[in-house]
């Protein structure tokens, strides 16, 4: 069984395949020639992150692919439901970034809350001139503790963020389609757990009224889950960030809830028009900005690696 792992996979990820026998390319192929080299090199598994697609034309071209493998929780740039017709096998990882996903949430949080991202473009400007005066404006910070926290979204990473809140003391609430209840286990150095029962809720009205600090963690949408409407029943002051995708919030009336005062930060990690994000977001002091980390850390990539290779392994016994 040979596998391309296009937009790469940790050494974890290698070590496992190559331990069974499997043989992984170490190629990096353009999208255009993905479907020749998988074709001329009898590829049986493509494995992709964000960059490569896999969509129709390439199922359609490459007879002889067995799976399809996604590294990461979103499966949008690849037509799934056509591949599982097609026959093909399509994995993905969906807990394996969950943590990092979460952890990048709150430190965008506390960036916000405490001005670190806008401190940290300052201080090399004007750190030696207008220290006082600096020292001045960003004092009126906040801590997360106490405060109510606002999870859209209820899967892995929505899970993570909650048990995150739960434990800086932050109350929490969590919106999704239908109300669901969920038993989250904080794990803690000692072996010691507890235990917390968390029901959603479906009033988006009810749960935006008095939340400090809104997380945005569901998949990709059609439409905005956070717009004009959305915006006008915040309370005000409120910090928001969006690790989710790009098209999840109205970037555009993000800004104008910015300028009005009722939004006073906002994080994103994922954009519109990724990955050429709108210059005017970019520019933009009240925002803190990344560009799509949220599952890039070393911890998260070994986890994935690893369960991709058990998942091929698995799958190629059955073959």
């Given at each position: 069984m040979r596998v ?15 331990e069974?026998g499997?043989e992984?390319?170490?190629?990096r192929?353009a999208?255009d020639h ?7 090199n009898?590829v049986?598994?493509l ?11 390439l199922?359609d071209?490459?007879?002889?692919l067995k799976?399809?493998g ?25 807990t394996?970034s969950?943590?990092s996903v ?5 430190a965008?949080f506390f960036?916000?809350a405490r001005f670190?991202?806008e401190s940290n473009r300052?201080?090399?400007l004007?750190?030696?001139t207008?220290?006082n ?13 106490g405060?109510t926290l606002?999870?859209?979204?209820f899967g892995?990473i929505?899970q993570e963020?909650?048990?995150?809140g739960?434990s ?6 969590v919106?999704?389609?239908k109300?669901r209840t969920?038993v ?10 507890l ?13 935006l ?14 439409e905005y889950i956070i717009d004009?409407p959305q915006f ?11 690790t ?5 919030i109205?970037?555009?009336t993000?800004?104008?809830?910015i300028?009005s005062g009722?939004v006073?930060?906002a ?6 028009n ?5 210059l005017?977001l970019?520019?933009?002091p009240?925002?803190?900005l990344?560009p799509h ?11 994935i690696?690893?369960?991709l290779a ?6 190629k016994?059955?073959l």
């Amino acid at each position: 069984m040979r596998v391309l792992a296009n937009d790469g996979i940790s050494k974890a990820g290698e070590l496992a395949l190559k331990e069974a026998g499997i043989e992984l390319l170490d190629n990096r192929v353009a999208q255009d020639h993905v479907i020749n080299f998988i074709n001329e090199n009898n590829v049986d598994v493509l494995l992709v992150r964000s960059a490569t697609k896999v969509r129709q034309d390439l199922i359609d071209a490459c007879p002889n692919l067995k799976i399809v493998g996604r590294g990461g929780i979103g499966m949008d740039n690849i037509d799934v439901e056509y591949a599982i017709e097609k026959g093909l096998y399509v994995i993905n990882t969906p807990t394996a970034s969950s943590k990092s996903v979460a952890e990048l949430v709150f430190a965008h949080f506390f960036s916000l809350a405490r001005f670190l991202h806008e401190s940290n473009r300052l201080m090399p400007l004007e750190g030696e001139t207008h220290f006082n005066a600096m020292k001045k404006s960003f004092s009126k910070a906040y801590e997360l503790s106490g405060k109510t926290l606002g999870v859209i979204g209820f899967g892995s990473i929505g899970q993570e963020v909650v048990k995150m809140g739960i434990s800086l003391g932050m109350k929490v609430k969590v919106l999704t389609r239908k109300p669901r209840t969920e038993v989250l286990t904080l794990s803690f150095f000692d072996g010691q757990t507890l235990n917390f029962e968390i029901t959603s809720t479906n009033d988006t009205n009810e749960f935006l009224k008095d939340t400090d600090f809104i997380s945005i963690n569901t998949p990709k949408t059609d439409e905005y889950i956070i717009d004009t409407p959305q915006f006008e029943k915040m309370k005000d002051g409120v910090y928001i960030v969006n690790t989710a995708r790009g098209g999840v919030i109205n970037e555009v009336t993000l800004l104008d809830f910015i300028e009005s005062g009722k939004v006073a930060g906002a994080a994103l990690d994922v954009f519109e028009n990724e990955p050429s994000p709108e210059l005017i977001l970019l520019m933009n002091p009240n925002l803190s900005l990344t560009p799509h980390l949220g599952g890039n850390t070393v911890d998260a990539q070994e986890k994935i690696g690893v369960e991709l290779a058990n998942q091929i392994i698995q799958i190629k016994k059955k073959l």
